[in-house]
């Protein structure tokens, strides 16, 4: 069998991985929350024919998020790490959803959305899904949080914004933080015509 592997996000414990897995050979696609304790076992396996992509956990171990792609467009998916386990949508809409970020105190969920004919960072409630905050000005992408803190790339810089997640969100200004060339780094993948890989992380004690 022929593997692609990749978009590894860390389970907050330390103890597991999750990753996505492309089997070339099945024709699906894998995300695998993967047991680090050396007996190489996957604990959980979400398999389907469409694209599964940047599975997310949150801070309490509790919720895996990723986007699913079905050629058309892209929604956000969701699955309790207890009790069933059982797949539920956190979008439907007519347009694209993708990079979940589940908020530190797990009451919002970050994420890009092209609803506006431009990618953009938005904010919702975690898990029912409701409500819509729009957090970047003029495109952004691949958000990460770090403390009360929302890191997204806006073209090829490095923004962040302060946001208090205690009920009604409060949305400070963005500001940019440095840019690629600044940096000399890489932040993001517009292949495709869209923010789609994420290529830095933010520290737990940011």
Known sequence: PEFDVNKPAWHP???????????????QQVIILQSMDG?????MQI?????LNNPHISSNGQWLVY??????????????LFGDRVPRPLTNT??????????????YIAYVSDMSG?????LSSFPSGEGRWQISKNGGGNPRWGGNELFYVAGATLMAVTIDTRGTPRIGTPQALFSEDEASVYLQSTQFGGPFDRWYDVSSDS
Do not use: C, F, H
């Open 67 to 80: 986007n699913e792609y079905n050629n058309i467009q892209s929604d956000l998916w969701m699955i309790p």
């Open 94 to 107: 007519p347009s694209s959803e993708i990079s979940p970020a589940i908020s530190p105190d797990g009451r």
């Open 13 to 27: 414990s330390g103890g597991a991985l999750a990753y996505t897995m492309d089997d070339t050979t099945a024709g």
């Open 118 to 122: 431009t990618w953009e960072v938005y």
């Open 47 to 51: 398999t389907s024919q469409l694209s």
């Open 39 to 43: 007996t190489g076992k996957g604990d």
